[in-house]
C-alpha cells in the first residue's frame, strides 16, 4: 500500500504571508517559487503534482517541505554560504585611506579614482566600491572658514543664548548687508537640454548697468524683515538705517542687534552714547553665518537675484523692494537648530573621519 504524505499545517499569520508572497510579482523568483512550492502543499496537492505545474523535480518539493516544517518561513531563506574569499579586505582599505592622506601624483591637484588603482596596481572597480562604502567622494568639494577668535566660545554663547533665549520685553535684530548687488541686463527664458528636460535659461553674456547695495533687520522673534536699498555701503548709510529703525520703537525699548564684524560696524560709541537703550553683539571673527539674517540673504537671492534680467538699477531696486514687501505676508520666525557650534569643523585626516 503506497505510503501517504501528510497535509502541511501552519499558523493562520503564516499562511497568509506564503499566499502574499507567492501572488509577488516584484518579489525574487527564487522566493516566489518556494511559496508556491509551501502553499500547494498546504493545500494538500501531492508532491508530483505540485512538482509538474511548477516544472521543478519533486526532490525540490521534499526540501522546501522539509525545510519548512522544521523552520517556518525562516526555512525558505538561503543557508549562509562561505563563498569566495574577499580578495580586498582590511589590509586593503587602510591602503587606500593611507594613500589619500599622501600627496598626489605629479601634476594632480589631488587623488582620484583611477589614479588610486594605478598606485595600487588594483582594479577601478575595487577602488570605487570601496570609497561609495566609506561614503568617500573625491570629486565634490566644499569650502570652510575656520574662526580663530580667541574668544569664540563666549562670543558664539552669547549670539545663540540671544536666539534660544532672547530678553524679556526686548527687540533682537540680526543685521547685515548684502553689497554690490550687480544689475545684470541678460536675455532669461526656457530652453529645452539633450534628454529633453525643459529648464530655466539665460544667456551667457550680459550687460553691466550697475550696483546696489541693500540693508536689511530680520526681527528674530517675528521674522519679518526690514530693508533699505542704497547707492553706497559706508558708515554713514549704516547709522541711517539704524535710525529709520529706531523710529518704529520706543525710545526707552531695549533692542540688542547682532552684527558681523564689518568696518562700518565698529567704532559707533558716538552713536551709542545717544542711545543707551541700543546693544551691539559681534559675531566671533570669520563667523558671520552665526549671524540669522544670512539665512533670509540665501532665500531673497534665489528669489530675486538668480537668472533674474535687469536693464537698470531701477528695475533691480523696484524688484528688491517689491520682494521685501511680499515677504511680509509670508514671514515667520527661522529656527536656530545647530545644537554645538565649534570655531573649527575640519578634520586633518580621512582616518580620522572613517575610525
Known amino acids: 500500500m503506497p505510503r501517504t504524505t501528510p497535509i502541511l499545517t501552519c499558523e493562520p499569520q503564516q499562511r497568509k504571508e506564503i499566499e502574499l508572497l507567492a501572488a509577488s510579482r516584484t518579489g525574487e523568483a527564487r522566493f516566489v517559487e518556494r511559496a508556491k512550492i509551501i502553499l500547494g502543499c498546504l493545500q494538500g496537492k501531492p508532491m508530483n503534482q505540485i512538482a509538474r505545474e511548477l516544472g521543478i523535480r519533486p526532490n525540490t518539493v521534499i526540501q522546501w517541505r522539509q525545510r519548512f516544517s522544521a523552520q517556518g518561513i525562516a526555512g525558505l531563506s538561503d543557508r549562509p554560504r562561505s563563498g569566495k574569499p574577499a580578495l580586498y579586505g582590511a589590509e586593503f582599505r587602510k591602503q587606500v585611506l593611507d594613500l589619500l592622506e599622501t600627496p598626489a601624483p605629479k ?151 547682532i552684527l558681523d564684524n564689518y ?4 567704532k559707533n560709541t558716538a552713536w551709542l552714547e545717544e542711545h543707551p537703550n541700543v546693544y551691539f553683539h559681534f559675531t566671533p571673527t570669520s563667523a558671520s553665518w552665526l549671524n540669522m539674517v544670512e539665512i533670509w540673504f540665501g532665500i531673497f537671492s534665489r528669489k530675486t537675484l538668480r537668472g533674474a534680467n535687469f536693464k537698470n538699477t531701477t528695475e533691480l531696486r523696484e524688484a528688491i523692494e517689491a520682494y521685501l514687501e511680499s515677504y511680509q505676508e509670508i514671514a515667520k520666525p527661522f529656527i536656530w537648530k545647530k545644537r554645538e557650534v565649534k570655531g573649527s569643523q575640519l578634520k586633518n585626516t580621512i582616518v580620522n573621519l572613517c575610525n
Not at 223 to 230: A, F, I, L, P, Y
Not at 263 to 266: M, P
Open 107 to 257: 601634476g594632480q591637484a589631488c587623488w582620484d579614482g583611477p589614479s588610486v588603482a594605478k598606485h595600487l596596481n588594483v582594479s577601478d572597480d575595487a577602488v570605487w566600491r570601496l570609497l561609495r562604502k566609506e561614503g568617500i567622494c573625491l570629486s565634490r568639494q566644499r569650502s570652510w572658514c575656520v574662526s580663530t577668535d580667541p574668544e569664540f566660545v563666549s562670543k558664539a554663547a552669547d549670539i545663540v543664548g540671544l536666539y534660544l533665549n532672547p530678553p524679556e520685553n526686548a527687540l533682537v535684530l540680526s543685521i547685515d548687508e548684502k553689497p554690490s548687488i550687480q544689475a545684470l541686463e541678460r536675455a532669461t527664458g526656457y530652453v529645452q537640454t539633450t534628454d529633453g528636460k525643459i529648464v530655466r535659461g539665460y544667456k551667457s553674456t550680459y550687460k553691466r548697468h550697475g550696483t546696489l547695495n541693500l540693508f536689511a533687520a530680520l526681527n528674530i522673534a517675528k521674522g519679518s524683515v526690514k530693508g533699505k536699498v542704497t547707492q553706497y555701503k559706508r558708515r554713514v548709510e549704516f547709522l541711517a538705517f539704524m535710525d529709520e529703525l529706531l523710529l518704529d520703537y520706543p525710545a526707552d525699548k531695549e533692542i540688542h542687534v
Open 263 to 266: 568696518c562700518i560696524h565698529k
